[in-house]
């Protein structure tokens, strides 16, 4: 039988993702039509909702600066961090990575995106083979929605409307600590006064994902003659296959159901499942996940990747997710939010049910996040004393730091005059708490942590207290009272799902390729595998395939 077709186009995008925005463009300048599906009502998916940082060794923007990275290196730390897990992560995948981002960072750059180099954002492995500590990541410039025209309204807004300042991600980590260095005081000033002529000109100015989504969206726009080709509140609800190849897909748009032929492809780049709790539990295997914990994209769902799963895509690294262990206080505001960075600050450490640390608490959040996993600390406690709190717990006064009465008062926090008392109100082992922190800090007063290496190197430097030494990341709990707070292995979306070949074309499970389908992001099983090497990985996976499945789908692959 033969479908009735309501539109057709040469490539049909499922998610407005970087990956998704990236290949529309890319498919645009191939001379080709695409079409990308949003079934939410904003533009930007996931990409749109984070820092917006795209990690890429040996980027045109580092050669720009004259900053030392190699291809050979690259790979070399890939091969290094990722290690060897089979497809998601074969040497033809990360060769294509690497190559391809080079290309695609250089493509967006002449389309008119505006990138800055993440200078000082280590990579999260430094000390490994081929690890960098400059910075392998860029991020958007701070972009102006009114250059979207009757498009400014439709974009996610940026990770920075919760800290109420126009903030790169990179500046993030100077601003919180803006009464710990000059450095970090002058970076506070230069947002403070970029925040403040903003609102002087009641200009919207997006930074963060929102600034790389509505710069793409916005290069989109030109390309297409001022209509997009981009609708929202449209679902792909099920693959279209004849032959043995996919050929459409139905897409249900405000309501209606409508049939799109692809004469070139499919791309399924529309997320995982991170709010599918029956997902979750089916796939979770070491790591139980019922999505209670997920922070997500709203759309996180998983109905395109069932949908992949449906036609026999093959899958992979189903139990894993871009880990990120959180801090949930309701209501808590600014202070409850300073409790969210303890583990990377002097003064605050991690410990499982029997009161003892289980983990470098300031590496990569996925790795921590699988840590509590691996020593069943789901949740673990962090613990922290007076000094953290004046030291970082922001509040209305910057010169009287101190915890919200409420925050005790509701059970949020808990609070001990001595650790004897807070490991009796968290039912923790008293001695054995006590054994943990005496240890930690006899270490720590010197800047050493040898059993788990916090602070040895540039990443955990990077995100810590400029103002403290002689370790940013590491620091005594000396100062009574004592505090402790929750932590639970919060993730941002899953990171496993079908699995693709060097060009994004997804395949069965005899390895063969599914005619006409292509998958990114989190719809697939990711080429960093059970790890993030740098910050801004999980975007520059989705967006580097993104590129290629485009690119491979109107014949201009190598």
Not at 24 to 32: F, K, P, R, W
Not at 347 to 371: L, M, P, Q, W
Not at 517 to 534: D, F, K, Q, S, W
Request: proline share 5%.
């Amino acid at each position: 039988m033969t479908t009735r077709w309501d539109r057709s186009v040469d490539l049909l995008i499922a998610g407005s993702g970087g990956g998704g925005m990236v290949a529309g463009l890319a498919t645009l300048d191939c001379g080709l039509e695409p079409l990308i599906v949003e079934k939410q009502a904003l533009v930007g998916g996931s990409t749109g909702l984070s820092g917006g940082i795209v990690w890429m060794p040996n980027n045109p923007l580092m050669r720009a600066e004259g900053v030392a990275d190699s291809h050979e290196d690259g790979l070399a730390y890939l091969a290094d961090v990722v290690g060897d897990i089979g497809a998601p992560s074969s040497p033809a995948r990360r060769e294509a990575f690497l190559t391809a981002g080079y290309e695609m960072i250089n493509f967006l750059v002449r389309k008119g995106v505006r990138l800055i180099r993440c200078d000082g954002w280590s990579d999260y492995y430094p000390n490994r083979k081929g690890g960098n500590a400059f910075g392998r990541a860029v991020e958007g410039i701070p972009y102006d929605a009114a250059e979207l025209g009757g498009w400014s309204d439709k974009v996610q807004p940026p990770l920075a409307k919760n800290y109420g300042f126009v903030v790169l991600t990179n500046e993030l980590r100077s601003v919180q600590y803006y009464n710990r260095s000059p450095r970090a005081f002058a970076v506070a000033t230069r947002v403070f006064l970029r925040t403040a002529a903003a609102r002087l000109r009641r200009r919207r100015i997006l930074t963060n994902g929102a600034s790389l989504i509505a710069q793409m969206l916005k290069a989109l726009i030109e390309l297409a003659d001022g209509q997009p080709p981009l609708w929202t509140n449209a679902a792909l609800d099920d693959l279209i296959v004849e032959d043995g190849r996919v050929v459409g897909a139905r897409v249900i748009r405000d309501g209606t159901p409508l049939n799109v032929e692809a004469r070139r492809g499919v791309l399924l780049a529309a997320g995982g499942f991170g709010h599918n709790a029956e997902m979750r539990r089916r796939y979770s295997g070491d790591q139980p996940n019922e999505a209670r914990w997920s922070i997500a994209n709203a759309g996180d769902t998983g109905e395109v990747l069932q949908a992949a799963m449906r036609l026999g895509a093959k899958t992979d690294l189903l139990d894993e997710a871009w880990w990120l262990p959180s801090v949930f206080i309701a209501n808590g505001g600014a202070a409850a939010a300073s409790l969210g960075s303890g583990r990377q600050r002097p003064g605050a450490i991690y410990v499982d049910s029997t009161g003892r640390r289980f983990c470098n608490e300031s590496n990569s959040y996925v790795e921590v996040g699988k840590a509590m996993y691996a020593n069943k600390a789901v949740p673990c406690w962090m613990i922290f004393d007076d000094g953290y709190v004046r030291r970082y717990v922001a509040g209305t006064n910057p010169f009287k730091r101190r915890l919200p009465s409420g925050l005790i008062e509701n059970g949020a926090v808990k609070r001990g005059d001595t650790l004897a008392d807070l490991a009796h109100q968290i039912d923790l082992p008293a001695d054995e708490l006590a054994r943990t922190i005496q240890r930690f800090n006899r270490f720590a007063a010197k800047g050493q942590d040898p059993d788990f290496g916090r602070g040895q190197s540039a990443y955990n430097d990077c995100l810590g207290d400029p103002g403290h030494r002689p370790n940013a990341a590491v620091g005594p709990l000396d100062r009574a009272p004592y505090y402790a707070t929750r932590v639970f292995p919060a993730d941002v979306g899953t990171c496993g799902g079908v699995i693709t070949n060097e060009h994004a074309q997804v395949l069965d499970e005899q390895d063969l390729v599914i005619e006409g389908l292509y998958a990114t992001g989190n719809t697939t099983a990711t080429v960093m595998g059970r790890t993030y090497p740098g910050a801004g990985a999980s975007i520059a996976g989705s967006m580097v395939f993104g590129y290629v499945a485009a690119r491979h789908a109107a014949g201009r692959s190598r």
